[in-house]
């Protein structure tokens, strides 16, 4: 059963389709997964009860079997734990939220319900989502599959872990400064931070990165991720800044063909980063890639090297100014009071 873990979700929801494997058969392999790796990843951090669990998988089996199967029926996903699921903790990493239990889910988790996913549980992440590693005072730090003495980056970290180390075929993230993009690069997963707006960050009641944080999947192929993003694009009520619908299917738009080769433009520094010199070779080597599928690859110049030293000095101040008016907005709160005794 663990082979399945090892499929892409779309070769997955084919084969629970197509009756080649079982919802049932799937929940037991992640179940089994999570016991086996997650005491070394520390991906998982909260998890729905396991009887319960099974009980989702068979209705889902019951519902492939009479032809009326979802496009995500059967497939076990985790959500980071910045976002809510209801009935399970959303602690953002924070000490004085590890008792905060989500009333009802986001827009992006009941969607992702509504397509048959069932909800496994929480994948870890740093405190309010602000670090490129995965590590908190609530569940403690989270550790590459492919190296448990390295990080898998953050703040997806977590959900990054779980994808990579085929603990869960589907989970959840967020990006406002690469925190989907640095764990996919840090993993070997693919990560988008799609166009603000285009999924739904609501409901919320508390303070976030309103205008940069976006949710994005993280999937094992574009085409998996096309496939994520199909179920939870639209506009929602409960967020003001969520677009229309794009009216196509990613997945399908994936899927065409292209017409004719392409002009790809490459900058292997953007005009200012110092690059690792192994990661600068592997950029490389991609690079080649497009080559010799026949595409052409015209190196360009980046930005002026001036926005790297800027980024530096407005990430601090801004950082501290927006944790500063949070924290001020929650002082009289006992649960802060508590965390500063």
């Given at each position: 059963m663990r082979e399945l873990l090892t499929l892409s979700l779309t070769d997955l929801t084919e084969s629970l389709e197509n009756g080649r494997c079982s919802p049932v058969e799937l929940m037991n392999a992640v179940l089994a997964r999570i016991?086996?790796?997650?005491?070394?990843?520390?991906?998982?951090?909260?998890?729905?009860?396991?009887?319960?669990?099974?009980?989702?998988?068979?209705?889902?089996?019951?519902?492939?079997?009479?032809?009326?199967?979802?496009?995500?029926?059967?497939?076990?996903?985790?959500?980071?734990?910045?976002?809510?699921?209801?009935?399970?903790?959303?602690?953002?990493?924070?000490?004085?939220f590890r008792d905060n239990v989500a009333e009802r889910d986001s827009d992006q988790v009941a969607r992702l319900k509504a397509a048959g996913a069932i909800l496994v549980g929480k994948t870890n992440a740093p405190e309010f989502g602000y670090t490129a590693i995965t590590k908190n005072l609530v569940y403690g730090v989270t550790r590459s599959p492919w190296n448990l003495e390295r990080t898998?980056?953050?703040?997806?970290?977590?959900?990054?872990?779980?994808?990579?180390?085929?603990?869960?075929?589907?989970?959840?993230?967020?990006?406002?400064?690469?925190?989907?993009?640095?764990?996919?690069?840090?993993?070997?997963?693919?990560?988008?931070?799609?166009?603000?707006?285009?999924?739904?960050?609501?409901?919320?009641?508390?303070?976030?990165?309103?205008?940069?944080?976006?949710?994005?999947?993280?999937?094992?192929?574009?085409?998996?991720?096309?496939?994520?993003?199909?179920?939870?694009?639209?506009?929602?009520?409960?967020?003001?800044?969520?677009?229309?619908?794009?009216?196509?299917?990613?997945?399908d738009k994936i899927r065409e063909p292209i017409d004719g080769p392409l002009r790809i433009a490459f900058s292997p520094d953007l005009g200012y980063a110092v690059v690792q010199s192994d990661i600068a070779a592997a950029v490389e080597d991609a690079v080649k890639v497009f080559e010799g599928l026949g595409h052409k690859v015209e190196d360009i110049e980046g930005g002026h090297r001036s926005w790297g030293h800027s980024g530096l000095r407005w990430a601090p101040s801004r950082t501290h100014r927006t944790s500063t008016s949070f924290f001020r907005s929650v002082r009289g709160t006992s649960a802060v009071r508590l965390s500063l005794a």
């Open positions: 016991d086996e790796a997650n005491p070394d990843l520390n991906a998982v951090v909260a998890m729905r009860d396991r009887n319960v669990l099974l009980v989702d998988a068979r209705e889902s089996e019951r519902r492939l079997a009479a032809g009326d199967g979802r496009p995500l029926e059967g497939i076990p996903f985790g959500v980071k734990d910045l976002e809510d699921a209801a009935g399970l903790v959303t602690s953002m990493g924070s000490l004085p898998p980056g953050g703040s997806s970290g977590g959900s990054a872990a779980a994808m990579a180390g085929c603990v869960l075929p589907l989970v959840t993230g967020s990006d406002g400064g690469g925190s989907v993009r640095i764990p996919a690069s840090f993993s070997g997963t693919f990560g988008l931070k799609p166009t603000f707006g285009r999924v739904s960050a609501g409901p919320r009641k508390r303070w976030s990165y309103r205008d940069t944080s976006c949710y994005g999947p993280i999937t094992k192929t574009v085409e998996d991720a096309g496939l994520f993003l199909d179920q939870v694009v639209g506009p929602s009520p409960h967020d003001p800044n969520s677009l229309p619908h794009p009216g196509y299917s990613y997945r």
